[in-house]
């Protein structure tokens, strides 16, 4: 991305047979356009990565702690928990390409056509975030309300970042400066992961959730149990997690309105030549056709698995396999300031050896770790650097997939020039995948405890369900990581054929600026681009 920068930016005259440019144009014309670059701000760049946040913040605390809260503070059963965490992540992903379908027939407003989304969905989404972590005084409809307040707040969620992640296109038609604007926003993200991590985690760690030592006591002795000695600790607990939600959606709307006051949505000059956009449908079935981005989705498909397994079983893995119950929140912040830290780095190494290279190096760093975390003993200062080390690929992980996407999207319109609206379906399309893989992946893992003998509140577990997040937290990922790795060697756009896509791109970009262009021309031009 660095290397041959100024090349890239050179006259696209050279690029294009004589006959397409017209006889009264003047080269000097075309020479002057390149070097009008839309260089965005700092300030710029910092507002739109803000708007990440509040997914990572949200998700991030639904992911570590909506498990165990399900189980050891709400009390449900582990079966109504795995059925809630399914549902909920299968609708979420449902919900991705609905959104980015509603979304592709919005008309530009004074506004934009993404941010209308973003202002309207934020109030709403808090109000169902913060009624996920509270407990009904009715146990009987706890599982229905769950299940209910979950899918609305992903679907209001979805209505946020779906628009949000589709806006990466629209800050900017530089990919050097959308590339440096991912990089900030994947540090913002990251840095929302370690608030959702810090507010969550040492707020609720403050509270001691009661549990019971005998983990064969009987249904009605710990109902007993409920009601006498450990009412008063398991309300404060509860009343822990209500504050940390409160905070958390507190951050979101500060985060959104920073968001909708710093950026402003641009468009593409060929876009606006186009006299009609294209139908959903048929957006749909080009964007799956399209070779990259279906080996993009492939490969990071299982990557992704691999760490939301992780993220979505660590909290009990801390607590029951390795012992460290009051130390899991503190684990958690360590990979998350340690993926913080390595977020630039990751940024200066895909932009010096590429983003298929660093992909390859970013990711694997995984396998060592999770590989030691499985063999390893009981020891805490062990336990420490592995985490700190697993943040170093876990910031590979969340910039990468995209870093990535525009590259693809940038190819798609070369082959497709006349396709309007279909960024939604690329953003939206590879979150229903990863999400709905996700779902499949926490429902069958909290069925698999359920299987094992989990016992709800109990302050040990039997070495079952022990062995089971072990292998849920360790070999799984690994396989799963290996095999994303294996798919990604099927994915075509290296380096190279990034700068190829620019200068076309370019090309394309001035043809349609120019006063004499016809749509025949632009038509031509982009048959032979």
């Known amino acids: 991305m660095a290397k041959g920068e ?4 050179g006259s696209a005259a050279g690029l294009l047979p ?26 710029s760049k910092l507002c739109y990565a803000v708007g990440g946040a509040p997914y990572q913040v949200t998700g991030c605390a639904l992911g570590f702690f909506l498990q165990i809260y399900l189980l050891d503070v709400a009390q449900v059963d582990p079966f109504s928990a795995s059925i809630i965490l399914f549902v909920g992540r299968a609708w979420d992903a449902i919900t991705d ?40 005084d009715f146990p009987q409809g706890q599982s229905l309300w769950y299940l209910l307040f979950y899918c609305l707040f992903e679907t209001l969620v979805t209505c946020f970042h779906v628009p949000y992640s589709a806006l990466t296109m629209f800050i900017s038609t530089e990919q050097s400066e959308r590339d440096s604007a991912t990089a900030y926003r994947m540090t913002v993200e990251v840095l929302g992961t370690v608030l959702g991590t810090a507010i ?40 822990a997690y209500l504050l940390a939600a409160g905070v958390i959606a507190t951050i979101y709307i500060i985060c959104a309105v920073i968001l ?25 079935r080009l964007v799956m056709s399209h070779g990259p981005y279906v080996k993009l989705i492939a490969g990071f ?58 992909v390859y190096v ?50 798609f319109h070369l082959k497709q020039p006349h396709s309007r609206g279909t960024e939604p379906i690329f953003f939206s399309f590879y979150v229903f995948f990863t999400k709905f893989a996700s779902g499949v992946s ?52 290296d380096e190279e054929k990034r700068r190829q896509n620019k200068k076309a791109l370019q090309a394309l970009r001035e043809e349609a600026s120019s006063s004499g262009c016809s749509d025949t021309d632009s038509t031509e031009l982009a048959s032979i681009l």
């Open 200 to 239: 969550q985690g040492q707020i609720v760690g403050q509270a001691d959730t009661p549990c019971l030592q005998d983990r064969n006591i009987s249904a009605v002795a710990l109902e007993g149990a409920n009601r006498t000695h450990s009412t008063t600790s398991l309300r404060e607990t509860q009343n």
């Open 362 to 411: 970013g990711i694997s760093s995984a396998v060592p770790f999770l590989t030691l975390v499985a063999l390893m003993e009981r020891n805490l200062i062990i336990t420490y650097v592995v985490a700190v080390a697993a943040g170093i690929s876990v910031a590979a992980a969340f910039l990468l997939p995209w870093s990535m996407l525009p590259d693809v999207i940038d190819d």
């Open 18 to 43: 004589a006959g397409i440019i017209q006889a009264g144009e003047r080269p000097a014309q075309v020479k002057k356009e390149p070097k009008k670059k839309q260089q965005l701000s700092v300030c």
């Open 301 to 358: 498909l299982f990557t992704s698995l691999a760490f939301m397994l992780v993220e979505g079983n660590f909290a009990l893995f801390c607590t029951y396999t390795l012992g460290f119950r009051n130390e899991f929140q503190n684990l958690l912040l360590a990979i998350m300031l340690s993926a913080t830290f390595t977020i630039p780095i990751w940024q200066w190494f895909l932009t010096r050896f590429g983003k298929k290279t660093a």
């Open 442 to 493: 926490l429902g069958i893992s909290t069925l698999s405890l359920d299987f094992a003998g989990y016992q709800t509140r109990g302050c040990t577990q039997p070495r079952r369900v022990k062995f089971t997040l072990k292998m849920l937290v360790t070999m799984t990922p690994i396989v799963l990581i290996l095999l994303g790795l294996l798919l990604f060697k099927l994915y075509p756009i």
């Open 6 to 9: 100024g090349a890239e930016s």
């Open 260 to 284: 909708i006051l710093g950026v402003r949505e641009q468009r593409e000059p060929y876009e606006t030549q186009q006299a009609e956009p294209m139908s959903f449908f048929r957006g749909l």
């Open 97 to 136: 390409p609905l959104v980015g379908f509603f979304i592709s027939k919005s008309s530009w407003t004074r506004l934009g056509r993404l941010m209308p989304w973003i202002i309207f969905s934020t109030p709403l989404a808090v109000v169902a975030y913060f009624l996920i972590w509270f407990v009904p």
